[in-house]
């Protein structure tokens, strides 16, 4: 059997190469993903590239990427390094839009590969795109977020997007930002219980 750093490069090397759909057109660079590959226990999923991201190759670089750094450290105390982080799309969508569906159509077959090969115990999605599209709701994130739901066994937590806690500066009980250092403690009770069982 292929070893998973063997089965990984490949798939890297696929979305390198991609042309399914227009996104390619425009990309400097693809954003495949970045984190641990063996005993990966949490993949946090965002929308697609940004244009920090688009110009390294990063995930959550820009400013989104910060917020994003900073809720998982100061709010839930998990290292970001210890997750895998990537996006539902892997080219960056002109002028910050959402992915159009045919974009997440073309390029979930990347992200599932990924899921299926990383085998974590946790999916976080972050915002409506990665969460509508693996869930296959139309349900939205404001009902879905902080709920422990379920993808092909695998657990799965929505949480708001970074970037639009950055449109809302309150942090006063119910808002966005309140709810999402809500969710990140729940996420690291999770993933400390996971701990515990392994041992
Ligand atoms: N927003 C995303 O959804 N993903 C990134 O990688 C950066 C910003
Ligand atoms: Fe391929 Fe995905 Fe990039 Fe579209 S966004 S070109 S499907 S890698």
Aim: hydrophobic share 35%; glycine share 8%; proline share 6%.
């Amino acid at each position: 059997m292929m070893d998973i750093k063997t089965a990984w490069e490949e798939l890297r090397h696929r979305v390198e190469n991609c042309r399914k759909c227009g996104l390619c057109e425009t990309r400097h660079n693809i954003v495949f993903g970045e984190g641990p590959v063996e005993n990966c226990r949490v993949v946090l999923v965002g929308e697609g590239p940004g244009a920090d991201e688009d110009a390294t190759g990063r995930p959550f670089v820009g400013k989104a990427g910060q917020l994003l750094t900073d809720i998982l450290e100061k709010g839930g105390n998990i290292p970001r390094e210890t997750l895998y982080i990537t996006n539902m799309v892997k080219c960056r969508p002109p002028n910050n839009r959402d992915p159009m569906r045919e974009e997440c159509s073309a390029c979930s077959e990347y992200l599932e590969a990924q899921l299926l090969l990383l085998h974590p115990d946790i999916v976080v999605t972050l915002g409506n795109v990665p969460t509508k599209w693996l869930l296959k709701t139309g349900q939205g994130i404001t009902n879905l977020r902080g709920k422990w739901l379920n993808w092909r066994g695998i657990k799965l937590f929505p949480m708001f997007h970074p970037s639009y806690l950055l449109r809302y500066s309150s942090k006063a009980e119910g808002s966005p930002k309140y709810l999402t250092w809500v969710d990140v403690r729940a996420l690291k009770s999770e993933i400390d219980k996971l701990k515990q069982q392994e041992r």
